[in-house]
């Protein structure tokens, strides 16, 4: 079945620095990709979505700048958190459309990265 | 309103016992429908898809009720692994992939 890969699986930086989360696709290409937020005792909530090549799509109240996506190819997505804040800690998941059968038809997610802003 | 509404629960329930969620979304012309199940500190994993006609997966049954927009999710036989957030997933339709998920419902099946 399809499987994406997320690294890293957790993260603790200082206030102002940036950091960067990827998502692969193993043995599929993703053509979209969408990426998720999901605060303590709350649902995921969708950030933006990812096509390969083109820029991404971001969701009301979630900002371009801050939240920087590329999608170059279509084993790859990143997600880089600059200039991170204690507010930006968070569970971070990524999602993959794919269409290779397996448990997750479909929707194949990222084990996630556990955001830490010391 | 939300695109998506669950009851939070949490829900604790003995082994072996029957337990039912139900979930409302918002947007008639939603087109797909899923269960997921998320662990603590884990990402959503499907549970099962829901069809219009219904569908049963073990101890698992899904219904989807079109006319008062809400399905349902129904486990019989309880067991401890089955202690989860159950996610109500909503797609709202095929030219727009993006899935809208509510706010799970916690389930804690007791021994």
């Known amino acids: 079945g399809a499987v994406v890969s997320q690294h890293p699986s957790w993260v603790i930086c200082k206030s102002g620095t940036s950091v960067k989360i990827e998502c692969r696709s193993l043995?599929?290409?993703?053509?979209?990709m969408f990426w998720y937020r999901q605060f303590p005792k709350q649902s995921l909530m969708l950030m933006a979505t990812?096509?390969?090549?083109?820029?991404?799509?971001?969701e009301q109240g979630v900002e371009k700048d801050k939240f920087l996506i590329n999608h170059a190819s279509l084993t790859l997505s990143t997600l880089t958190v600059t200039s991170a804040h204690p507010e930006d800690s968070s569970f971070y998941i990524c999602s993959a459309q794919s269409w290779e059968g397996g448990p997750n038809y479909g929707y194949t997610f990222g084990s996630g990265t556990r955001l830490t802003v010391v | 309103r939300k695109e998506v509404e669950q009851d939070p629960g949490p829900f604790n329930v003995p082994e072996g016992a029957t337990v039912a969620f139900n979930c409302t979304y918002s947007?008639?012309?939603?087109?797909?429908f899923f269960w997921y199940r998320q662990d603590c500190r884990k990402e959503p994993k499907l549970l099962m898809s829901?069809?219009?006609s219904g569908n049963e997966d073990g101890r698992f049954t899904a219904q989807l009720n079109r006319a008062s927009q809400y399905i349902s999710l129904l486990i019989r036989d309880s067991k401890l692994s089955d202690s989860a957030t159950y996610l109500c997933v909503v797609n709202l339709n095929f030219g727009n992939e993006k899935l809208t998920f509510g706010t799970g419902t916690r389930l804690t099946i007791i021994p």
């Open positions: 829901v069809y219009s």
């Open positions: 947007n008639s012309a939603s087109q797909s």
């Open positions: 990812s096509n390969e090549g083109s820029k991404a799509t971001y």
């Open positions: 043995d599929f290409q993703a053509t979209t």
